[in-house]
């Protein structure tokens, strides 16, 4: 199977194999490989199976090691390893930071675009956590679907709710169960630079809206997309395309100025922290990745924090 990768437009759709969709697919093929690492820091047994299941014949032969990007170019084969480092420390922090949460007494997690996420699969959850996961009807269904074919099951349970975030979330959130009355954890992983900046700020509206005192969110900021360029990357995405991913990742996200959520919550009475990525590399003891040229990602800050109000 190819990929398919338009620019975005008000009310488009996808799949996991598609668009937005596909990029879920990318990080999963990262997952896979880094909880093959000799450094152990992760372990998602489920998104190997999950990538096969897509069909991207790209990320298949990716994660199976037939795949030598050092043919399309040595920044590209840089760029692919900083990502699969990438994503074991991002998986990592974001696994501690729920777990965390899960101490301090929360049993209501929300992961917000869950693409392929398989936490509700593979974390030890507290006894009586219920975890929800949003994202497209296409994209739940997939990963739904696809893990019961395999024998899997959730380690707590996991309530789906299938909706665009641009629609009312809110409503189909609390719908299936979620109390906005007590404490929750919330995780917006890889998403905000998927939206608008407006579209950003209105997400974090309402999940400081929907946040009882003593609740938590964790999610990035991207600071390099202030003066990202999009046509400094193109030559790569074509010459991704000749090998059957049509992955254009400057299409996807929205450059420009925007709010760290960090700023944007701090002022909405949350305490908030953030930890640059050489920071977050040292301390889960890996090499930083050498910083490729015109890679926004190379700044990244991860963000956590808790409603004090």
């Known amino acids: 199977m190819a990929t398919h990768s338009t620019a975005r437009s008000d009310g488009d759709s996808w799949d996991v194999a598609s668009s937005v969709g596909a990029t879920a697919t990318?990080?999963?093929?990262?997952?896979?490989?880094?909880?093959?690492?000799?450094?152990?820091?992760?372990?998602?047994?489920?998104?190997?199976?999950?990538?096969?299941?897509?069909?991207?014949?790209?990320?298949?032969?990716?994660?199976?090691?037939?795949?030598?990007?050092t043919d399309i170019s040595p920044e590209a084969a840089k760029r692919a390893r900083a990502n699969i480092d990438e994503m074991?420390?991002?998986?990592?922090?974001?696994?501690?930071?729920l777990m965390a949460a899960t101490e301090t007494g929360i049993r209501q997690v929300v992961i917000l675009a869950s693409g392929l996420d398989s936490r509700a699969y593979r974390l030890a959850w507290p006894a009586g956590?219920?975890?929800?996961?949003?994202?497209?009807?296409?994209?739940?269904?997939?990963?739904?679907?696809?893990?019961?074919?395999?024998?899997?099951?959730p380690t707590t349970e996991r309530r789906t709710v299938s909706i665009d975030l641009r629609e009312d979330?809110?409503?189909?959130?609390?719908?299936?169960?979620?109390?906005?009355?007590?404490?929750?954890?919330?995780?917006?992983?890889?998403?905000?630079?998927?939206?608008p900046p407006e579209a950003q700020d209105r997400l974090l509206d309402v999940i400081d809206q929907l946040s009882a005192p003593g609740s938590t969110?964790?999610?990035?900021?991207?600071?390099?997309?202030?003066?990202?360029?999009?046509?400094?990357?193109?030559?790569?995405?074509?010459?991704?395309?000749?090998?059957?991913?049509?992955l254009d990742m400057s299409s996807l996200v929205y450059p420009g100025e925007r709010h760290s959520a960090a700023d944007y919550l701090g002022a909405r009475g949350w305490e908030?922290?953030?930890?640059?990525?050489?920071?977050?590399?040292?301390?889960?003891?890996?090499?930083?990745?050498?910083?490729?040229?015109?890679?926004?990602?190379?700044?990244?800050?991860?963000?956590?924090?808790t409603q004090k109000r």
């Open 88 to 97: 074991a420390v991002r998986t990592k922090f974001f696994d501690e930071y």
């Open 217 to 246: 969110v964790a999610t990035e900021f991207v600071p390099g997309l202030r003066d990202f360029d999009p046509e400094a990357v193109r030559d790569e995405a074509v010459s991704l395309k000749a090998l059957g991913l049509d």
């Open 26 to 69: 990318l990080v999963a093929a990262g997952r896979a490989i880094a909880s093959t690492e000799p450094h152990g820091l992760i372990d998602d047994p489920y998104a190997a199976p999950l990538v096969r299941a897509v069909g991207i014949d790209f990320f298949t032969k990716m994660i199976d090691g037939e795949l030598d990007l």
């Open 169 to 195: 979330w809110s409503t189909a959130l609390r719908n299936a169960g979620f109390d906005a009355a007590a404490p929750s954890a919330w995780l917006a992983e890889g998403l905000l630079i998927y939206l």
């Open 272 to 305: 908030m922290t953030g930890v640059p990525r050489a920071e977050l590399f040292a301390r889960y003891g890996l090499p930083l990745p050498e910083v490729v040229a015109d890679n926004p990602m190379a700044e990244i800050v991860y963000i956590s924090g």
């Open 129 to 153: 956590t219920v975890v929800y996961e949003i994202d497209q009807p296409e994209v739940i269904e997939f990963k739904t679907s696809t893990l019961a074919d395999i024998g899997a099951a």
